[in-house]
DNA sequence: GTTAGTGCAAATGATTTGCAAACAG
DNA sequence: CTGTTTGCAAATCATTTGCACTAAC
């Protein structure tokens, strides 16, 4: 958890590694996947590193984290900097961002009237991409 | 995963337990917590039986299942049979059944929009309700 | 009696933490 | 230099699994 004391953040060679990893990805994929991924192009990085920079992205609102239907942590950088939901593959993770003013009336207006405060909300939709159908099709 | 063979399930004491505990809950409690709770109230019952009885409840929709903000699954017992939503206390698990149809049409028209299929959707508001709230003012 | 259900101990798998070495500014 | 970040190995923690035993029906 604890991360510095001076709150400075250094520009290392393995968080720009991550950072360009999520720009070039259009789907949300685990902290595993994506050191799977770093390692194979060939990226000296460790398991520990990614975990620990995904997590200080999630924290400085850089990164999106959802939970997959299993309970892991996926990440992804979205295009989107505000609030906003997500359509997600539940087999690729391929995302699709969405967005509903009347959800979050709705939600707010709900929340107010059971006396919750404090209220964040999380709505995700999985299923299966069109590709990710297909291709189970053919098999 | 695999139940048995005959599809038949029998009665066991401590299923009825865990039953008759997820019937007085109002709130939504984590397998671990469950069965703690049992086992105060005196029942001898074991971890992975409390498991297995949630996981096979949850399939036949007996329970509900969601994942708390960190990961971990917690269980209820809901009033309505159908399809809904929660607002969940984040520091005691109590929580309120939501329904809105306005929802469901909207998740169903943008799943068909992005050519997605066997789509699921889950909305959990997470907030501090006003029982907490308080207790937490005065300390 | 048979077979489903239980419960312990051990395995699994994601995530975190301790700590010494490596590196950025 | 000085303090931050890394990365391995070990620790955690929820959840699952193997297997011998117990109990429904």
Redesign the interface.
Known sequence: MAQNQTGVSRATRQRAAISSALEQADSFQTAQELFEALRLEGQKIGLTTVYRNLQSMATRGEVDVL?RED???IYRRCESDGHHHH?V?RECGMS?E?E?A??ER??TE??HG?????????????????KC?SRRKKQ
Do not use: K, M, P, Q
Not at 119 to 129: A, R, S
């Open positions: 939970r309970g892991e942590a359509l593959c699709v969405l509903n009347e959800i709705w939600t709900v929340a059971h006396r919750f405060s404090e209220v964040t909300h999380d709505l995700v939709l999985f299923g299966l991409c069109s159908a």
